[in-house]
Nanobody
Framework: QVQLVESGGGLVQAGGSLRLSCAAS????????MGWFRRSPGKEREFVAA????????RYAESVKGRFTISRNNAKNTLYLQMNSLKLEETSVYYC??????????????????WGQGTQVTVSS
């Protein structure tokens, strides 16, 4: 089992940047595929990005391609999400998630086994 703790959320103006971090406990972080999701009030949880266990492969939602970058540091058991050119509608709670199968860059929330508590990102005008 792995425990995930997100940080780095906050208030940012539209067009600004934030970097989210997700600290993982345990020795198996490097074997998990990881993902970021977000949920806005009144909306379904939405896939943002995923990364393979080694960090070689990544996948992004179309809406964030070219603006967001997912990365990981397995030596530090940490996942990151660099978010640039943030938009008002991207105000959400952002969650990191771990897929212990490690075999696919899934965009489906039910394929992830472990979740963090989330960190609030608020984009203001």
């Amino acid at each position: 089992q792995v425990q995930l703790v997100e940080s780095g959320g906050g208030l940012v103006q539209a067009g600004g940047s934030l970097r989210l971090s997700c600290a993982a406990s345990g020795r198996t972080f490097s074997s998990y595929a990881m993902g970021w999701f977000r949920r806005s009030p009144g909306k379904e949880r939405e896939f943002v990005a995923a990364i393979s266990p080694s960090g070689t492969w990544t996948r992004y939602a179309e809406s964030v391609k070219g603006r967001f970058t997912i990365s990981r540091n397995n030596a530090k058991n940490t996942l990151y999400l660099q978010m640039n050119s943030l938009k008002l509608e991207e105000t959400s709670v952002y969650y990191c998630a771990a897929d212990r199968s490690g075999s696919a860059l899934s965009g489906t929330a039910r394929n992830y086994d472990f979740w963090g508590q989330g960190t609030q990102v608020t984009v203001s005008s």
